[in-house]
């Protein structure tokens, strides 16, 4: 009997340990924010480099610590999982721009959740090109959305979509901004003819 006790005791007390366990992670979740993702403007392209700027900020980052980032191009604005994203898109850039040694340290994240950061899109350079960043002066001729997708490891990733497009010609490219449905609001060194284009459907 007192056997068949102790085996009971010893039981019941690593129960209890699973259920605090269980109890502690669950709790870690729920209290963990989401990072903060947005898409403010992009700049004329000006000697074959346009300027982005976004809000990028994770409160909990010095909890989960895994917080990956990056900014891609697409030619419309339909893609809504990160996995279609990182299939189809053009990678501009990712957190290896702050951590690789060959980075600018430009793409990175801010201060607070109203803190507009910058990052200049150019000729990354052969290092990083090489880690698949993909050189402004090299992208095909059209008319681009910019994603930027935000994961901290912890909450499902955060997916902005910028409501312009960045419009790239055989020479001259620019950042068409978009302000309502069915009309352009401002048309810098567009060397094509004006035509509508649309918010993003995803924001």
Known sequence: MNRLQNRR????????????????????????????????????FVNEATTLSYILFDEDDDVDENLTYALYVYPNNRLVSVEDIRIFATL????RDLTYVEGTGDFTEGTAAD????????????????QDFAPADKILPGDYYVYLVVDDGVNAPVIAV?????RVNDLVATAVESSSWGQIKTK????????PVYPALYP
């Open 92 to 95: 501009i850039a990712d957190q």
């Open 188 to 195: 810098l060194f567009c060397t094509s003819e004006p035509y």
């Open 115 to 130: 803190d507009v950061q910058e990052y200049t899109w150019d000729d990354p350079g052969i290092a990083l090109s090489n």
């Open 162 to 166: 910028s409501d312009y497009v960045i």
């Open 9 to 44: 005791g010893r039981l019941s007390k690593w129960l209890i340990a699973i259920a605090v366990v269980w109890s502690v992670q669950i709790s870690y979740a729920g209290d963990n924010m989401p990072p903060v993702a947005q898409l403010m403007t992009a700049t004329p």
